[in-house]
């Protein structure tokens, strides 16, 4: 068998090299960062703490109940949520139509702007879902991006608005910085 010994010099040596840098980055870097975390991701639990809890408001009121800004920098991927009504009385019964709930991005409660909108498929949804025990897992994560203000807006229908009652949201993810 006969052998070529190749040897690159100047700027050939130089492109041939950046070329293998490329290659071997590449395979570092994992392609789908809304599948799996990527390297440097933080995990996103908006609303596991009081600021996910709203008193059930009066009928008819269209309240928010949690607002979760992605931060400068970053992008979002939404896993899983959790939308659940807790009343210690009743046992935390919702019945479908009782209250109605939705996810809006970048667009206030009460105000119709064009750049906010509701999330595809989170609009005026009249079942909780998910418990506080084992989130609802999207099939597909949904994408945000640096400084998108994702809200839960809750309208009572049917409900007790008299303490201990609460609708309560937690939306799971992680961020990553923005590349």
Excluded: H
């Amino acid at each position: 068998m006969n052998r070529i010994n190749l040897v690159l010099q100047g700027p050939d040596s130089v492109a041939a090299a950046q070329a293998l840098r490329e290659e071997r980055l590449a395979k570092t870097k994992w392609p789908y960062p809304w599948s799996f975390p990527p390297d440097g991701a933080i995990r996103v639990t908006a609303g596991a703490d009081t600021s996910g809890t709203l008193i059930v408001p009066v009928a008819g009121t269209p309240t928010q109940g949690l607002a979760y800004t992605v931060d400068e920098g970053f992008q979002f991927a939404l896993e899983a949520i959790v939308v659940e009504y807790i009343n210690a009385g009743a046992g935390g019964l919702w019945s479908p139509g009782d209250a109605l709930w939705s996810l809006t991005l970048n667009q206030p409660v009460g105000v119709t702007t064009f750049q906010g909108s509701p999330i595809q498929g989170f609009s005026l949804v009249d079942i909780p879902l998910g418990t506080l025990q084992i989130a609802w897992k999207l099939w597909c994560a949904e994408l945000f991006q640096p400084n998108d203000t994702i809200r839960s807006v809750f309208t009572n229908v049917n409900l007790a608005d008299s303490a201990p009652n609460y609708f309560k949201t937690i939306l799971l993810g992680w961020k990553w910085p923005v590349s």
